[in-house]
C-alpha cells in the first residue's frame, strides 16, 4: 500500500469519525504506530511469507541430514557383509569335549574337522624351601644360584640386609631371575616360594650352590604338554597351543590320553546372522525415514517436509530396486528370500532367523557367493547403489540438499532487502503520520482563532 493510498484511508477514517476537541483546546490526533503499521501491513506479510518458506527449506535440509545420516550407518552394516576379510569369513572351534580341549578360530581358519589326543598338561616348575617358624626368622648369610631352563644362574646373596624370609623374597624378585618369589605360610610354618615365569621345559627352575641355612626342595618340575593333532606328535611349553592349526589356538583343560578329541572348525553363524540382522535394522531405519515423508492420509494430513521432493522418491525407489537384486542358480541362494528375509508391504525387510540359519547352515558357501560375490554379490550392487545416493558432493542427497541450501540463500538476501526497504519506508511514514497527528491535535484551536476573528469582522 502506496503512503497517498494510506493518507486517503486515513482521510477517510478521520471524516467518518469526526474530530473531538477537548478542554484545551486540542483535538484527539491519531495512534501513529498504528497506522504506519497498517500502511506498511502488505510489505510485513511478504516478508513473513518468505521466512516462512525458509523454515520449510530448512526443516528439509535437516531431513535429508538425517536420512543421509542413517544411510551412512546402513553402508557400514553393509560393508561388513561384503568385506571378505570381515564377519562373514569369522569362523568358529566347538571341541567335543570342552574340559580337556578348548579352541578359538580367527578369520584366517579353514573349516575341517580335526582329531586330537591330549596326553598330559604342560606344567609350570616351582621350589620351595622348609619351614621356618616365622616369615623374620633369621637365615644364616651365604649364597645361592637359581636358574631357569638354559639361561645363565642368577647368584643370590643372603646377609644382615635380607636374612629374612620376606626380605629375600623382596630381593630375588629385584633381580629378575625369571621367577616369582613369594613367602607361604600353612601349618608347619613359613617357606620361601619359587615359581617359575615360564611354564613346560623352557622354564623349569634349578637351585644350586647353596651355602645358606635354607634347605630347598623341588615343588614341581617344568614340562611341555604333549599332544596328538592328526596324526602328528606336538609338543607345546604352553597348555595355550597356536599354530599347530592355521587361525586356530587351542587351550589344554586336562589330559585326557585315551580319548581322541573332535575339533570342528566352521563358519561362526551366529556372528554372520548378528551381522545380517544388524543391516536389516539398518534398512529398515532408511526406509522408515523416506516413508515418513510421505505417509499422507485421504485428507492431505501427515507427511513430512519433504512430501514433494522428487529426489527423495527416486532415492526410495533406487533402493527398493537395490533390496530386491536377484541373481540365478547359486544353489537356490539367488535373494534376500532364499535367506528368509522378506520385504513388507511398506517396503521395510522382516528376517526370518530359522529360514536364515537354516540356509547358513545348510549352504553357507552359496550365501557368502549371493552377498560377496566380486562381479554378482549383493552386498556390493547395494554398496553402489549407496554411493551414488550418499556420495559427498556428488551423491542424489548431497545435490539435493546444496540445491535447497542455496534456495534458502538466495531467501535470505531477499528478506534482508526487503527489510532493509521496510524500514525506510517506515521511517518516512512515521514523519509524515506524526505531522499530520500534529496538525489533527491543533486543528480545534485554529478553528477557534478564525472563529473569532470572523465574529469581529464589521
Known amino acids: 500500500m ?76 553393509v560393508f561388513a557383509l561384503s568385506d571378505p576379510l570381515g ?42 624351601t622348609d619351614a621356618l617358624a616365622s616369615s623374620s626368622t633369621t637365615i644364616a648369610p651365604g649364597t645361592f644360584q637359581i636358574q631357569v631352563g638354559s639361561n645363565s644362574p642368577v647368584t643370590v646373596t643372603v646377609d644382615s640386609t635380607n636374612n629374612t624370609l620376606s626380605q629375600l623374597a623382596s630381593t630375588i624378585n629385584g633381580l629378575n631371575a625369571g621367577v616369582s618369589a613369594s613367602v607361604i605360610q600353612d601349618a608347619n610354618g613359613y617357606r620361601l616360594a619359587l615359581v617359575s615365569n615360564t611354564s613346560g621345559a623352557p622354564g623349569n627352575i634349578t637351585v644350586s650352590s647353596n651355602t645358606t641355612s635354607l634347605n630347598f626342595n623341588t615343588g614341581v618340575s617344568g614340562t611341555n604338554a604333549s599332544l596328538v593333532v592328526d596324526g602328528v606328535p606336538i609338543s607345546s611349553s604352553s597348555n595355550t597351543v597356536s599354530n599347530v592349526i592355521n587361525g586356530v589356538t587351542l587351550s589344554l583343560g586336562s589330559a585326557s590320553p585315551s580319548t581322541p578329541i573332535t575339533l570342528n572348525v566352521s563358519p561362526d553363524t551366529t556372528q554372520i546372522a548378528s551381522a545380517i540382522n544388524t543391516f536389516v535394522n539398518a534398512y529398515n531405519t532408511v526406509i522408515g525415514d523416506i516413508n515418513t515423508q510421505f505417509n499422507v492420509a485421504s485428507d492431505g494430513s501427515g507427511g513430512g517436509p519433504l512430501e514433494a521432493d522428487n529426489t527423495l522418491r527416486d532415492v526410495q525407489s533406487q533402493l527398493l530396486g537395490a533390496i530386491s537384486y536377484s541373481i540365478s542358480g547359486n544353489s537356490g541362494i539367488v535373494n534376500l528370500a532364499s535367506l528368509g528375509i522378506n520385504m513388507n508391504n511398506d517396503g521395510t525387510l522382516s528376517v526370518d532367523n530359522g529360514a536364515l540359519s537354516t540356509a547358513l547352515q545348510s549352504n553357507y558357501s552359496a550365501v ?4 560377496q560375490n566380486a562381479s554378482t554379490g549383493f552386498a556390493q550392487n547395494l554398496s553402489t547403489v ?16 546444496q540445491s535447497i541450501t542455496n534456495t534458502s540463500q538466495d531467501l535470505s538476501t531477499q528478506i534482508s532487502d526487503l527489510q532493509a526497504s521496510l524500514a525506510v519506508q517506515q521511517q518516512n511514514l512515521t514523519t509524515v503520520y506524526s505531522q499530520v497527528n500534529t496538525t489533527l491535535q491543533e486543528l480545534p484551536m485554529l478553528q477557534n482563532q478564525i472563529s473569532q476573528q470572523l465574529a469581529g469582522l464589521p
Open 2 to 77: 502506496s503512503t497517498t493510498n494510506s493518507l486517503s484511508s486515513l482521510t477517510g477514517s478521520l471524516a467518518n469519525s469526526g474530530t473531538s476537541t477537548s478542554s484545551s483546546g486540542f483535538g484527539q490526533g491519531i495512534n501513529v504506530q498504528q497506522f504506519v503499521q497498517y500502511a506498511l501491513a502488505n510489505q510485513q506479510a511478504t516478508i513473513t511469507a518468505l521466512q516462512n518458506e525458509q523454515t520449510t527449506l530448512n526443516s528439509q535440509t535437516t531431513e535429508i541430514s538425517k536420512i543421509s545420516t542413517d544411510i551412512n550407518a546402513l553402508d557400514n552394516a
Open 87 to 128: 564377519v562373514l569369513s569369522s569362523q568358529t572351534a566347538t571341541s567335543s569335549n570342552s574340559s580337556v580341549l578348548s579352541a578359538t578360530a580367527n578369520s584366517s581358519a579353514t573349516a575341517g574337522t580335526h582329531s586330537i589326543t591330549v596326553n598330559s598338561l604342560a606344567t609350570t616348575s616351582s621350589y620351595y
Open 368 to 371: 557368502q557367493s549371493f552377498l
Open 386 to 401: 549407496l554411493s551414488n545416493i550418499n556420495s559427498p558432493g556428488t551423491g542424489l542427497l548431497s545435490i539435493d540438499s
